[in-house]
């Protein structure tokens, strides 16, 4: 098994900046996709962001040009750079492993989540 801790949230002004961070312990071994997905109060769980091992990247349209995903194979970690946060960014940022891009986006074939990380984006 395959345990994601994420850590770097908090509060910030909009405009500003943070950076998430997830860890990987356990099973980390083979090619897998990481990625990240968000969820707001009322609202459904969305995918942010996902990258796979060859460092192939997808980004939810709301997300681009703002976001950067990032990965440490050495590490087992993988980085979330946000920039130029809004409000409606404000989320719980959960961390997430799978097989694929296409299947990380649909929440499809996932072997583990991070218990999320709160991002809160004041006006």
């Known amino acids: 098994q395959v345990q994601l801790v994420e850590s770097g949230g908090g509060s910030v002004q909009a405009g500003g900046s943070l950076r998430l961070s997830c860890a990987a312990s356990?099973?980390?071994?083979?090619?897998?996709?990481m990625g990240w997905f968000r969820q707001a109060p009322g609202k459904e769980r969305e995918f942010v962001s996902a990258?796979?091992?060859?460092?192939?990247?997808a980004y939810a349209d709301s997300v681009k040009g703002r976001f950067t995903i990032s990965r440490d194979n050495a590490k087992s970690t993988v980085y979330l750079q946000m920039n130029s946060l809004k409000p409606e960014d404000t989320a719980v940022y959960y961390c997430?492993?799978?097989?694929?891009?296409?299947?990380?986006?649909?929440?499809?074939?996932?072997?583990?989540w991070g218990q999320g990380t709160l991002v809160t984006v004041s006006s």
């Open positions: 356990g099973r980390t071994s083979g090619s897998y996709v």
């Open positions: 997430v492993r799978g097989l694929t891009l296409a299947q990380l986006i649909r929440k499809n074939l996932l072997d583990a």
């Open positions: 990258i796979s091992a060859n460092d192939n990247s």
